[in-house]
């Protein structure tokens, strides 16, 4: 176990998103840390917002406070870097994921030890050597050197913290199309297959990621009559929200399969993979995601062509 904690010293922790800030809660409550600051980036994007500020209050978390940055340019970003810098320079250590530019800037500033990195989703998986020398919190086991391996066990007791009214089947929704990494007529396909996969095992509901538009929603809903359910919070709180526990889980290169997986123990999960050719922005990384996840055996993967 690495000895991250110190007496007297202040941990500060920065996060963007939902999954990052259920990835902090889970490490002050696994080693039970009282001195410590949160600092929350807020960004253009208002479900993200919305559901960073729902789960600050849902979860009880102390020392919070949020800063606004909604554009990304260099000008922002050193301003929003010499803010933290003066908070950070006598904490301990500073949780942070390596992808933000945050940390790519602050990294100039201190040595290896002041950082601990936390996961910024299936991203965590592309491998960087230069990060291999940081202290990493993640969930994904014997993936990367220095690493504390995050079960989400008090995640796992607050999802679970109250009775599932019902089993579901939940499609993780995705924004390629917003992303244009696939057409959306595309993307509409694979939520035909899975409908028809799950016609006769029980209800199918769709619960969005933040970043798909509310027109495709709504042809989601009626056009290709699949239940959307809106979240308040992060899916991996699913049945402490809405009451609902995943029978089958089906997703494209979701984290959340990951994660949901560590605390919904007896669902199934399967990843639709995409045609190569129907792939058009990113279409590298996620070829590289497709090979990365056949080493998870927990996963169904079924191709759609």
Do not use: W
Request: no cysteine; proline share 2%.
């Amino acid at each position: 176990m690495f000895n991250f904690f110190f007496k007297n010293k202040v941990h500060f922790f920065y996060t963007e998103s939902p999954f990052q800030l259920l990835q902090v809660y889970e490490l002050i409550k696994l080693e039970n840390i009282k001195n410590f600051k949160i600092l929350i980036r807020l960004n253009i994007v208002d479900k993200n917002n919305q559901q960073l500020i729902k789960l600050v209050k849902v979860l009880n978390l102390k020392n919070v406070k949020y800063l606004k940055v909604f554009t990304k340019n260099k000008i922002n970003l050193i301003l929003l870097v010499f803010k933290i810098l003066l908070s950070i320079i006598n904490s301990k250590k500073v949780f942070i994921e390596p992808s933000s530019g945050v940390f790519r800037m602050l990294s100039t500033f201190f040595n290896k030890e002041k950082f601990v990195l936390i996961d910024d989703g299936v991203a965590t998986l592309l491998k960087n050597s230069k990060l291999n020398l940081y202290d990493k919190f993640s969930i994904f086991q014997n993936i990367l050197p220095n690493t504390k391996l995050n079960n989400f066990v008090n995640i796992k007791k607050f999802a679970l913290k109250y009775k599932t009214k019902k089993n579901v089947n939940i499609i993780i929704g995705s924004n390629y199309s917003e992303l244009n990494i696939v057409k959306q007529k595309i993307y509409f396909k694979m939520l035909e297959v899975i409908k028809l996969k799950t016609k006769s095992s029980g209800e199918l509901i769709y619960i969005p990621h933040r970043g798909e538009n509310d027109e495709k929603l709504k042809l989601i809903q009626n056009y290709l009559g699949i239940t959307v359910l809106k979240a308040k919070l992060p899916i991996e709180l699913v049945n402490y929200e809405f009451g609902i526990m995943p029978l089958v889980v089906h997703s494209t290169t979701s984290t959340a399969m990951f994660s949901m997986k560590l605390i919904y123990e007896k669902s199934k999960f399967i990843s639709y993979k995409f045609n190569n050719i129907h792939l058009i922005e990113r279409k590298k990384n996620i070829m590289k995601f497709n090979k990365i996840m056949n080493n998870f055996k927990f996963i169904k993967k079924i191709q759609v062509n």
